[in-house]
Structures are given as structure tokens and as C-alpha cells.
């Protein structure tokens, strides 16, 4: 492909990104084919001679699209959001074609030098505490990495590092490994699965911090655990609060949380992977009140804030890869085309969906809604058994009309119904909620004959 091809191509590509986007609700939501499909459609090796783009193009259709779970589609309303849009598409197609590989400052400044200046306009949207701001006096600023899940183990690692450096600096003679292997640390027992695994990573017992009646991490409990481990002679160091779990989307108590981990040497991380974009919005900017205990804060821009996979904010300089891809581009474009208030619609119109959502479950005397609804995800189910509710979903995700997926809260099994897609309106919520009702029904009607 020369250049010439590439004009017409990439403008043909352009199109085929406009049409799907634009029709995508037109197709399933999610896919009706069985684990292995793929590999009968392709070729078993790489073909030895080129191929045309014609064949590509039509194959995309053949055998990728049958395979895809439509994320952007108004009637995905899984896990939690992944952030698109147009400016944020077309800054791809742009750090594509600069192909840098910004490790340094010297292999390209420009990469460099915006990615340090979009974290600070982030952090300026959020209102943070200017020892996060690297445009300072302060040592503050941060990194972009790839999900939250790196941004927590790198946290983990810092914390790990400091505490070793800590501990020796009283008694130079303690090793290392002796050191660690009484290092412990702490997180909710609502936690993402990925807390757990960075302390896997980082070779440091971790343990789960019981929540309350609305599932959020509170004072007592982390203080009555941490002074348990410390009279067994371990070494507290870590403690990942969550604002906006991954099963109710509950935020733990910073303002508790954050004196007892300044007060006992403990490293405070804030993982605000989906909520974090909402704080752009002066209205949810209190989730957020003490931020400044805390030794590093993530959350993720692809998840909320219509920049496109990958984009998560570390306030902390540290990272695993080497080579760093021009990521900055995505955020430069978004927030100059949306603007500060631009994103804040975006976020306060899903949350209006999100409420609209709820308002129709609790019409509904069938139905319970089982967490405060704060932000854009729904935690509701049948009453009746767990065993109900399952069926309820192994239904409407036959369906495939509409895609959810659940979690377990006090034992539990519940639906979650999250505002996911850019493009989702009013009346795709009316519609989801009509199929619902009308499985519900169909359900029902089995379980009485």
C-alpha cells in the first residue's frame, strides 16, 4: 500500500467507522456463536503471497464482526463504560502515524512534554491538591498507563519500596525478605480483583477489609485490622481505597481512611477507575473530599470520559513499560473539541439515564433496587432467589437484544445495569426496560404452571 492507496483506503476506512457506529444498534449486541468459531474461517497459516484489501475488508465482515460484543452499541449495558468518540479516534489514527516511541524525553519531546501537560489539565478538571500538579513548586504529576490495574500495582510497588527503606533505616539489619514477608496490606472486600493481584505480583500478603450496609470501607474496621496485625508483629504499609466499586459502584471513606493511613505510616492509593471522570462535575467533586491524604490516585479517562481504550491517569511517576505510545494526542483532541463543559454533559446526562433506570425498577413492585444509585450503574434484581434472577439473565442475554452482566452483594446475585454507550438515549433505556418486564413476565408465568 503506497500513499495514494492509503488516501483512498484510509478515507474508505473513515466511512465503514461512520456507517458501523452510526448502525450499530441495528446489530445483536452481543454474539451467538460458540468459543473457537474463528479459527475454521481463517486460513491455519499467514498466506505466502499479498493479499488484496478487497478480501480483508469483506472478511471483517465475515469473520470478525459475528464475533464482536458491541460495546458501543445503546444497548450494552455491561461492566462499566469504554470512552469513545470521534476527536479521540482520529488523535489515534495520528499517534499511529507518528509511531514514536517516547521512553525518554530526547526520543520525543512532544510526547514527553504533553503527556505531562494533559495530566495537569486533568488534574486542575478534578480539582486535586497541587502536590499532584508536576506544573508546581511541588513534586506532583503523573503518567498514563495502560489500565487501573497497572496503576495499582505500580502504587503497591512504590509503597512496598518505601516501607523496606523505611524499616531499615531504624534497623539496617533487617534484610529485605525479612521485611517483606511481614509486610501487609489492605483493601475493601468490594475491591476490583486486580488489588489482589498486584499484591500477588508484588509478593505481600493482602487483606480484605469488610464493608458496611452500603459497602464501603470504613474507619473502624481498617483500624481495628491494622492494630491486630501490628500486635502479631507485622508490618502494615498499604491500604487501595475504592471510590466506585466494580459490583455497586460504593465509595469508601476518604476522609476517614485517609488520617489513620497518614497515621500509621500506610500508604493510601485511590482507585477511582470508573468514577474518577465524574469529579470533573462540581456537583460530584465532594466523592472525591480527601484526596489530599492520599500517596497516588487513578481513575480511567477510557472509561468515562470519551477518550478511547487505552487511557488510565496514575498521579505518580512511576510505570512498567519502556517504550510509552503517544497517548496524550487522544486527551489533547478530546478536551479541546468537548471542552470542560462538554464532558460534564456527557457525564450528567448518563447519570439522568442511570436515575431515569431506577426510577422505572422501583415503579415496579416485582423488582428491588439493592445499592444507592450515585453515578450511572443500576444494582437491581427479581425478588425472589438467586436461582430466579439467574434464569432472568440467562434470558435476556439469549436474547441478545440488550447485554448486562451481574455481582454478588450480601450473598446475593444481582443485575447490573450501567449507561455504557456515548450514543444511549431515553428511549433505549424505555426499550431495555420493556424487554426486561416482558422476560420478567414471560419468566414468571413459566414458574406458576
Not at 462499566?80 to 525518554?104: E, K, N, R, T
Request: glycine letters at 6%.
Amino acid at each position: 500500500m503506497d500513499a495514494a492507496e492509503f488516501r483512498r483506503r484510509g478515507k474508505e476506512m473513515v466511512d465503514y467507522v461512520a456507517d458501523y457506529l452510526e448502525n450499530i444498534e441495528k446489530r445483536p449486541v452481543y454474539p451467538d456463536l460458540e468459543p473457537g468459531y474463528l479459527r475454521s474461517l481463517i486460513p491455519n497459516e499467514a498466506p505466502l503471497e499479498p493479499e488484496s484489501y478487497e478480501d480483508i475488508i469483506k472478511d471483517v465482515e465475515r469473520v470478525i464482526m459475528p464475533g464482536v460484543t458491541h460495546w458501543h452499541s445503546p444497548y450494552f449495558f455491561a461492566y462499566f463504560p469504554a470512552a469513545s468518540s470521534y476527536p479521540a479516534m482520529v488523535a489515534d489514527m495520528l499517534c499511529g502515524a507518528i509511531g514514536c516511541i517516547g521512553f525518554s524525553w530526547a526520543a520525543s519531546p512532544a510526547c514527553t512534554e504533553l503527556e505531562t501537560v494533559m495530566l495537569d489539565w486533568l488534574g486542575k478538571m478534578l480539582q486535586l491538591p497541587e502536590c499532584f500538579i508536576a506544573g508546581t513548586h511541588g513534586r506532583g504529576g503523573g503518567v498514563i498507563q495502560g489500565t487501573a490495574s497497572e496503576a495499582t500495582l505500580m502504587s503497591l510497588l512504590a509503597a512496598r519500596c518505601k516501607a523496606v527503606r523505611r524499616v531499615q533505616a531504624i534497623n539496617a539489619k533487617k534484610s529485605e525478605s525479612e521485611i517483606l514477608s511481614k509486610l501487609v496490606a489492605y483493601t475493601s472486600d468490594q475491591a476490583h480483583s486486580s488489588v489482589e493481584r498486584a499484591a500477588l505480583i508484588g509478593a505481600v500478603m493482602m487483606r480484605k477489609v469488610p464493608t458496611d450496609n452500603h459497602y464501603a470501607v470504613r474507619k473502624e474496621m481498617l483500624k481495628k485490622m491494622v492494630e491486630e496485625d501490628k500486635a502479631a508483629g507485622l508490618i502494615p504499609f498499604y491500604f487501595c481505597a475504592t471510590l466506585g466499586t466494580t459490583p455497586s459502584c460504593a465509595f469508601d471513606h476518604l476522609t476517614e481512611l485517609g488520617p489513620l493511613c497518614n497515621e500509621e505510616n500506610m500508604w493510601m492509593h485511590i482507585d477511582a477507575a470508573y468514577a474518577g471522570s465524574a469529579f470533573v462535575c462540581p456537583e460530584f467533586r465532594p466523592l472525591l473530599n480527601g484526596v489530599e491524604f492520599a500517596d497516588s490516585f487513578n481513575f480511567n479517562p477510557h472509561k468515562w470520559l470519551l477518550v478511547n481504550f487505552d487511557s488510565a491517569i496514575v498521579k505518580q511517576h512511576w510505570q512498567i513499560p519502556l517504550g510509552r505510545r503517544f497517548r496524550s494526542l487522544k486527551m489533547w483532541f478530546v478536551f479541546r473539541m468537548y471542552g470542560l463543559k462538554g464532558l460534564q454533559a456527557h457525564i450528567r446526562k448518563q447519570v439522568a439515564l442511570a436515575k431515569e433506570f431506577e426510577s422505572l425498577v422501583r415503579a415496579d413492585k416485582r423488582f428491588e433496587i439493592c445499592a444507592e444509585v450515585v453515578l450511572g450503574l443500576v444494582c437491581f434484581r427479581l425478588k425472589g432467589s438467586n436461582e430466579l434472577n439467574q434464569e432472568l439473565l440467562k434470558r435476556i442475554t439469549k436474547s441478545r437484544e440488550i447485554h448486562l452482566v451481574p455481582c454478588q452483594l450480601s450473598g446475593r446475585f444481582v443485575l447490573r445495569f450501567a449507561i455504557c454507550a456515548r450514543s444511549t438515549e431515553s428511549h433505549h433505556i424505555q426499550q431495555a426496560w420493556q424487554h426486561i418486564t416482558q422476560l420478567t413476565f414471560e419468566l414468571l408465568q413459566e414458574a406458576s404452571h
